[in-house]
């Protein structure tokens, strides 16, 4: 028997899709019957009443969660959310419900006996929910009461090696795609660099220092599979110098029918023979594909690495040889200013676990200097580039002002010199100048 009705809620499990709602009520189930006999530390019904004040906001309309102020754990700034309901007479199960992140590893491996042990503490310690992953990456322990924090903590830390995520106003936690442990196209080892930053930067993940929020995010190749461009304040995709390389066996295979396009992705029915001008050859961005005869060329110089011949023809087509990653800066979501996009910073990086990365951390690091320095409170770098200008930050990182830079032409017809990029600067000498220029 439900502890309360839910008919709004019940209308979310009625379409063909699985639902939240389904795995709610089933956890609720779970931790009334607890045939596991476990030492729940919060309230046994807190899934139920979180049904409840679920179901009273979609009744009134309006969230009933107030503002959680700040509650974490001793020494840390970051790593908990805190929640707190407006109604804990009515719902006192989830009168603290507290969201807790942990960190992921990069490429987000797991054995199967440290989920089990996770999952262990968080059944005792919390609501038995969870969140695999958020959207910033990390496991996402949801709805715990306060003085489960440090509980939860000492036993992340000291039994499993764990640490908590980011949030706040700090680097919130480093996010990768499978990278080159797992997939062909990847032009670095983004498991390699996440893992690396991710301890490099503990302080500044775990003890906000910054105006805002600073995310990092790393793509294998521009396919984006973690959409780094569009969600992070930096953005690493791997990207290529040198020509795709083409297997001019394998293109009139594709053409012959002997190997499927897409990897087979869409084999479920019969779309046709595969038409190479059609599927591939038309649909390049930059019209920089062409078949000669029985051999298909690219003009790579005009070559944008959108990646769609490769994905249609992945045993035709690889990446180049001479691989490293383009940075990106600036995209957010439309919080104060509106969503931006990342632009591009530096074009092509080269990434070498040898030397810690020090080409990456330069970059990193001369950003984190200007943008604590310059920005405002709660202004993301993307906002502070928008206010600052673009040439700042080239000059606050030493990059060199480039072609690929420009996303659109200019609009304002002045050019401002600076004193240093004039030769002998603002000052003159008058009797000189009066040698040449009589009054």
Same mark, same amino acid.
């Given at each position: 028997?439900?502890?309360?009705?839910?008919?709004?809620?019940?209308?979310?499990?009625?379409?063909?899709?699985?639902?939240?709602?389904?795995?709610?009520?089933?956890?609720?189930?779970v931790?009334?019957?607890?045939?596991?006999?476990?030492?729940?530390? +919060?309230?046994?019904?807190?899934?139920?009443? #979180?049904?409840?004040? !679920?179901?009273? &906001?979609?009744?009134?309309g *309006? =969230?009933?969660?107030?503002?959680?102020?700040?509650?974490?754990?001793?020494?840390?700034?970051?790593?908990?959310?805190?929640?707190?309901?407006?109604?804990?007479e009515?719902?006192?199960?989830?009168?603290?419900?507290?969201?807790?992140?942990?960190?992921?590893?990069?490429?987000?491996?797991?054995?199967?006996?440290?989920?089990?042990?996770?999952?262990d503490?968080?059944?005792?310690?919390?609501?038995?929910?969870?969140?695999m992953?958020?959207?910033?990456?990390?496991?996402?322990?949801?709805?715990?009461?306060?003085?489960?924090?440090?509980? +939860?903590?000492?036993?992340?830390?000291?039994? #499993?090696?764990?640490? !908590?995520?980011? &949030?706040?106003s700090?680097? *919130? =936690?480093?996010?990768?795609?499978?990278?080159?442990?797992r997939c062909?196209?990847?032009?670095?080892?983004?498991?390699?660099?996440?893992?690396?930053?991710?301890?490099?930067y503990?302080?500044?993940?775990h003890?906000?220092?910054f105006?805002?929020?600073?995310k990092?995010?790393?793509?294998?190749?521009?396919?984006?599979?973690?959409?780094?461009?569009?969600?992070?304040?930096?953005?690493?995709?791997?990207?290529?110098?040198?020509?795709?390389?083409?297997d001019?066996?394998?293109?009139?295979?594709?053409?012959?029918?002997?190997?499927?396009?897409?990897?087979?992705?869409?084999?479920?029915?019969?779309?046709g023979?595969?038409?190479?001008?059609?599927?591939?050859?038309?649909?390049?961005?930059?019209?920089?594909?062409?078949?000669?005869?029985?051999?298909?060329?690219?003009?790579?110089?005009?070559?944008?690495?959108?990646?769609?011949?490769?994905?249609?023809?992945?045993?035709?087509?690889?990446?180049?040889?001479?691989t490293?990653?383009?940075?990106?800066?600036?995209?957010?979501?439309?919080?104060?200013?509106?969503?931006q996009?990342?632009?591009?910073?530096?074009?092509?990086?080269?990434?070498?676990?040898?030397?810690?990365?020090?080409?990456?951390?330069?970059?990193?690091?001369?950003?984190?200097d200007?943008?604590?320095?310059?920005?405002?409170?709660?202004?993301?770098?993307?906002?502070?580039?928008?206010?600052?200008?673009?040439?700042k930050?080239?000059?606050?990182?030493g990059?060199?002002?480039?072609?690929r830079?420009?996303?659109?032409?200019?609009?304002?017809?002045?050019?401002?010199?600076?004193?240093?990029?004039?030769p002998?600067?603002?000052?003159?000498?008058?009797?000189?100048?009066?040698?040449?220029?009589?009054?």
């Amino acid at each position: 028997m439900a502890k309360h009705e839910t008919p709004l809620l019940d209308q979310l499990e009625s379409g063909p899709w699985p639902s939240f709602v389904s795995d709610m009520k089933l956890e609720a189930e779970v931790r009334a019957k607890n045939e596991a006999g476990i030492e729940f530390q +919060i309230p046994v019904d807190a899934v139920d009443d #979180l049904l409840g004040v !679920l179901e009273l &906001s979609y009744v009134h309309g *309006r =969230t009933h969660w107030k503002h959680g102020g700040i509650v974490g754990v001793f020494g840390y700034g970051g790593g908990v959310i805190g929640r707190y309901c407006d109604q804990p007479e009515m719902f006192p199960g989830v009168a603290h419900f507290h969201t807790v992140r942990v960190a992921q590893p990069a490429g987000k491996y797991y054995k199967a006996d440290y989920l089990r042990q996770l999952m262990d503490i968080w059944q005792m310690r919390g609501s038995g929910m969870t969140n695999m992953h958020g959207s910033t990456g990390d496991i996402v322990f949801i709805g715990t009461r306060t003085e489960q924090l440090e509980e +939860i903590f000492y036993e992340l830390t000291h039994n #499993l090696n764990t640490d !908590l995520g980011g &949030s706040g106003s700090n680097l *919130r =936690t480093p996010a990768d795609c499978i990278g080159s442990s797992r997939c062909e196209f990847a032009c670095y080892d983004t498991n390699g660099l996440c893992h690396f930053l991710t301890n490099l930067y503990q302080d500044e993940l775990h003890r906000p220092a910054f105006p805002y929020k600073f995310k990092f995010k790393f793509d294998g190749c521009p396919n984006g599979c973690v959409a780094s461009i569009a969600r992070s304040d930096m953005s690493f995709i791997g990207t290529w110098k040198d020509d795709i390389r083409i297997d001019q066996e394998a293109v009139q295979a594709y053409i012959g029918g002997e190997i499927a396009p897409n990897g087979g992705a869409f084999k479920g029915r019969d779309w046709g023979a595969f038409d190479i001008q059609k599927e591939v050859i038309d649909l390049c961005p930059t019209e920089c594909m062409w078949m000669e005869g029985k051999e298909l060329k690219i003009d790579n110089k005009e070559c944008n690495r959108c990646m769609h011949c490769i994905n249609a023809m992945p045993r035709a087509l690889r990446v180049g040889k001479d691989t490293g990653v383009s940075i990106l800066v600036g995209a957010k979501a439309p919080i104060l200013d509106g969503q931006q996009m990342g632009s591009l910073l530096a074009p092509f990086v080269e990434v070498n676990p040898e030397d810690d990365y020090a080409a990456v951390t330069e970059v990193i690091e001369s950003i984190w200097d200007w943008w604590m320095e310059e920005g405002k409170n709660r202004e993301r770098l993307g906002e502070l580039i928008r206010r600052a200008g673009f040439q700042k930050m080239l000059e606050v990182t030493g990059i060199k002002a480039d072609a690929r830079h420009v996303s659109e032409p200019r609009c304002n017809p002045y050019i401002f010199w600076k004193e240093d990029e004039v030769p002998g600067g603002w000052e003159r000498d008058v009797k000189e100048y009066r040698k040449h220029h009589k009054r």
